[in-house]
């Protein structure tokens, strides 16, 4: 009869369990799931670090961009303010062109006014010596020098309305109108004078010493 061991009760068996599986089984699929879960693991840190790569090269690649933007538009507001410089020197010198020939235009119409007023003094003179009394076309030549000379201080006016203008050519374009309305003024005077001079003896345009 053989003798029982008390230890031996405990030692493990390789008896199935009530689920049908073998110890050893069961710590192999133990090790299996950890082995699967440390993958899983594995697998979602490196995916968290794919992600947050990802964004850190999205973040990066915006301040590029917005670097670029900020770039271009330093650059574009740069041209903007050369082009606007250049413009202002452009302006100014053709004020100043302007100004120059609006200066020697002047002059040249104060003149005119000057010549036709003593060629007028000298006609009423002469008219009065030989008692020559048809004064009516002295009388338009006196009134369009008047408007003549009237226009001219407008002219004046005008051209100080040019220098501060934003829009030099359509401010221009009033000045130039009063420019022409003065020589016509003057193209009347000069021909009333003339038939009024043909019709006096003894008196011709210029000869007469004043």
Known sequence: MPIAVPWTRHLPVLARDR????????????????????????????ARKSTL???????????VRQKIENKKE???QKVEKEKEERKEKLTQKRKEIIKNHFQRMLKRFEAVVSRLEKLIA??????????????????KAKESLASAKSK???????????????NLKESFKQVV?????????FVEVHKLLVHIIGNLKGLRVGNEKE
């Open 152 to 166: 001219i201080e407008v002219l004046k006016s005008d051209f100080e309305k040019v220098l501060v203008s934003e």
């Open 19 to 46: 689920c049908g599986l073998t110890l050893v089984e069961v710590i192999i699929a133990m090790l299996v799931l950890a082995i699967s879960f440390s993958a899983l693991l594995a697998t979602f840190s490196m």
């Open 53 to 63: 790569f990802a964004d850190q090269t999205m973040e990066m690649m915006h301040e």
């Open 122 to 139: 000298r006609i009423e003179t002469r008219m009065n010596k030989i008692g020559y009394n048809d004064r009516a076309d002295l009388n």
């Open 74 to 76: 330093e650059m574009k």
């Open 177 to 185: 109108q009063t420019a022409r309305e003065i020589k016509k003024e």
